[in-house]
């Protein structure tokens, strides 16, 4: 079992930044492939951004694509998720989710995680 606890998200205006924490529980930490996910109100929850192992092993979507980082530190079992240049269509809460490092992956695809956190709100004021 793997528990998640979000952090960071906070009310802030277009055009700042804003760094998103999770702490992961899971014995082995590098184990896992880290991802964060959003969900803007009524509308499905989206792909943000994953990591294998390290920073040279990461997937963005394309609306986080130069804006948006994913870290880790498998020693402290977080990963971050640095967010600048912020618009309001990126209001949403947001989830870290976390799923076990296989051959096979796809990273992009919120059912191929069984581990997800409760989410933190992102709020951002034109």
């Known amino acids: 079992q793997v528990q998640l606890v979000e952090s960071g998200g906070e009310l802030v205006q277009a055009g700042g930044s804003l760094r998103l924490s999770c702490a992961a529980s899971a014995r082995t930490f590098s184990n896992y492939v880290m991802g964060w996910f959003r969900q803007a109100p009524g509308k499905e929850r989206e792909f943000v951004a994953a990591?294998?192992?390290?920073?040279?092993?990461?997937l963005y979507a394309d609306s986080g694509k130069g804006r948006f980082t994913i870290s880790r530190d498998n020693a402290k079992n977080m990963v971050y998720l640095q967010m600048n240049s912020l618009k309001p269509e990126d209001t949403a809460v947001y989830y870290c989710a976390a799923q076990i490092l296989k051959p096979t992956m796809y990273l992009s695809s919120s059912t191929q995680y069984p581990y997800w956190g409760q989410g933190t709100q992102v709020t951002v004021s034109s």
């Open positions: 990591i294998r192992l390290s920073s040279y092993d990461t």
